[in-house]
């Protein structure tokens, strides 16, 4: 049974930090991607960054030079470090796996997470 369990999100200041956590179980595909996605309020879910069974990460523009996505393989958990919060990164985060073609697509992915709440105030 494939499981994605988020932890790290919580309530902060703009300009603060925060790691989110995925610990992922089951998953046996050595060419899955890795991604994060959040929903904002009243938004549609959308891509953040991504973490290919290659290697390669891909961030949507507006969180790159502030968010870093990486893996620890050995813990089976992703991380996304998310520096200078801003208010508009107010969103519940998602993480999912998946082997897919389009990174950036959320229906491509199978599997998800039960999502983390980041909050960040002006």
């Known amino acids: 049974q494939v499981q994605l369990v988020e932890s790290g999100g919580g309530l902060v200041q703009a300009g603060d930090s925060l790691r989110l956590s995925c610990v992922a179980s089951g998953i046996t595909d050595t060419f899955s991607t890795y991604a994060w996605f959040r929903q904002p309020p009243g938004k549609e879910r959308e891509f953040v960054a991504a973490?290919?069974?290659?290697?390669?990460?891909d961030y949507v523009d507006s969180v790159k030079g502030r968010f870093t996505i990486s893996r620890d393989n050995a813990k089976n958990t992703m991380y996304l470090q998310m520096n200078s919060l801003r208010p508009e990164d107010t969103a519940v985060y998602y993480c999912?796996?998946?082997?897919?073609?389009?990174?950036?697509?959320?229906?491509?992915?199978?599997?998800w997470g039960q999502g983390t709440q980041v909050t960040v105030s002006s």
């Open positions: 973490f290919s069974w290659s290697g390669r990460t």
């Open positions: 999912a796996a998946g082997r897919v073609i389009d990174r950036k697509a959320p229906g491509m992915y199978n599997y």
